[in-house]
């Protein structure tokens, strides 16, 4: 099983529509949490951390079930500024990488 | 204006030629490290540093170097490039390696 897992999409949605992404990790000690957005042929941005009791910045929120070893990421009243690539990343102190990088979640927000 | 900077920006070069990509943070941040990023495998960690003279290897350092002489710079080198090192590469910085990193503009390598 891969570290880090993220469906890779595309996620092709209707502007003003909820989206929801998961992302599934391996390592049982992972200890914090990240969702960083890369515009297409730009750097990534963190966009925020993910908090074990969740978290919200706007139109975004992020969960984590450690249980289920997955955080997720939902966008409500999707803009046409939210296509994007969203890559989530997981920091555990073990292994050659502390943060590894899921591959990307590509989101397209259409008219 | 709080940032990472990373030089060249675009680089086409040949097979043996080596070459540095350097990297400057101004924000006193402790953690730097090298990615590459390529389609359908996602970034990859290359080098880390955790501070000053302290550097370790990521998942793909293979056919790189890195140095941590002072605390703003982090050069990427290629002692002998090969056309599989051909990728977009990124340098990130934070503050510790707390995983709220701060990414370059990219530097996007054709080896030939």
């Known amino acids: 099983r891969k570290e880090v897992e993220q469906d890779p999409g595309p996620f092709n949605v209707p502007e003003g529509a909820t989206v929801a992404f998961n992302c599934t990790y391996s390592?049982?000690?992972?200890?914090?949490f990240f969702w960083y957005r890369q515009d297409c042929r730009k750097e990534p941005k963190l966009l925020m951390s993910v908090y074990s009791s969740g978290n919200e910045d706007g139109r975004f929120t992020a969960q984590l079930n450690r249980a289920s070893q997955y955080i997720s990421l939902l966008i409500r009243d999707s803009k046409l500024s939210d296509s994007a690539t969203y890559l989530c990343a997981v920091l555990s102190y073990s292994g050659n990488t502390p943060l590894v990088f899921g591959k990307g979640t590509r989101l397209s927000v259409i008219a | 204006e709080a940032q990472v900077t990373q030089n060249p920006r675009y680089l086409i070069t040949v097979t043996g030629k080596k070459l540095t990509v350097t990297c400057s943070q101004n924000?006193?941040?402790?953690?730097m490290s090298w990615y590459r990023q390529d389609p359908g495998l996602g970034l990859r960690q290359i080098y880390y540093?955790?501070?000053?003279?302290?550097?370790d290897k990521g998942d793909v350092p293979e056919g790189y170097k890195v140095s941590r002489k002072e605390k703003r710079n982090f050069p990427l080198i290629l002692e002998s490039p090969s056309p599989n090192q051909t990728s977009l590469y990124f340098c990130?910085?934070?503050?510790?390696?707390?995983?709220?990193?701060?990414f370059g503009e990219g530097s996007r390598l054709t080896v030939l």
């Open positions: 540093s955790m501070n000053v003279e302290v550097t």
């Open positions: 990130a910085s934070s503050l510790m390696a707390t995983g709220e990193l701060f």
């Open positions: 390592n049982s000690a992972s200890q914090s």
């Open positions: 924000m006193n941040h402790e953690y």
